[in-house]
């Protein structure tokens, strides 16, 4: 017996319209990572994989991988069950998460409602300098590519439809939920351990 992937989507009961289309979010969810609601260009494949929730996590399982879905915050997020497949970063662009995570805690307690925090560019440049303990910042063109890829992610978004500027330091940008999901810690503890093991892994590469 042969298998192929419209015999398995033929065992389902979804439509045959969504059933052409199940290929390609799956393939656009594991090259993006995220998928949220709010978002107009992933509001409709948003709705596709929340209203099959039960078909995605099958065929994402069989390859294994993991679906999860941000209830609060309406984001789908696919992580790897197994290291081969996981997105590798640098330590410059893992101590960024760290920062736009720590920002996004200590913002969020000042909102009373389900909104995503706002900062600017000279606060994510302070508070880098301080996780990281230097006086240096990172260089202009080694700046933009980090945030670019946190751009390009989801994890941050400019707001009032400006293009990403890091030079100007006023520059506002949206946290958005994905930045809990990617770096998933629940207490200042667990943050602190974060922060501890990249400031070791920094002084051994400085030391290399």
């Given at each position: 017996m042969s298998f192929s992937a419209n015999t398995i989507l033929e065992s389902t009961d979804l439509p045959e319209k969504t059933r052409r289309e199940v290929p390609r979010v799956t393939n656009r969810l594991l090259g993006k990572t995220f998928l949220y609601q709010d978002d107009e260009t992933d509001?409709?494949?948003?709705?596709?994989?929340?209203?099959?929730?039960?078909?995605?996590?099958?065929?994402?399982?069989?390859?294994?991988?993991?679906?999860?879905?941000?209830?609060?915050?309406?984001?789908?997020?696919?992580?790897?069950?197994?290291?081969?497949?996981?997105?590798?970063?640098?330590?410059?662009?893992?101590?960024?998460?760290?920062?736009?995570?720590?920002?996004?805690?200590?913002?969020?307690?000042?909102?009373?409602?389900?909104?995503?925090?706002?900062?600017?560019?000279?606060?994510?440049?302070?508070?880098?300098?301080?996780?990281?303990?230097?006086?240096?910042?990172?260089g202009i063109v080694r700046y933009e590519e980090i945030l670019r890829r946190m751009k390009s992610l989801g994890l941050i978004e400019p707001v009032d439809g400006r293009s990403l500027d890091v030079r100007d330091s006023e520059l506002r940008l949206r946290l958005r939920g994905s930045v809990k999901m990617i770096l998933p810690v629940q207490t200042a503890e667990e943050m602190e351990a974060w922060l501890r093991k990249y400031r070791a892994r920094e002084e051994k590469e400085c030391e290399e």
């Open positions: 509001k409709e494949d948003y709705y596709l994989v929340h209203r099959h929730r039960d078909v995605f996590d099958a065929l994402f399982s069989t390859t294994g991988f993991t679906l999860l879905h941000d209830d609060y915050h309406r984001i789908f997020q696919v992580i790897s069950d197994f290291g081969a497949c996981r997105r590798r970063y640098r330590l410059d662009e893992s101590l960024m998460i760290v920062v736009l995570r720590r920002l996004y805690e200590e913002h969020a307690e000042q909102l009373s409602l389900a909104k995503d925090p706002v900062v600017t560019i000279g606060e994510i440049r302070e508070e880098y300098r301080t996780i990281t303990g230097e006086e240096r910042a990172l």
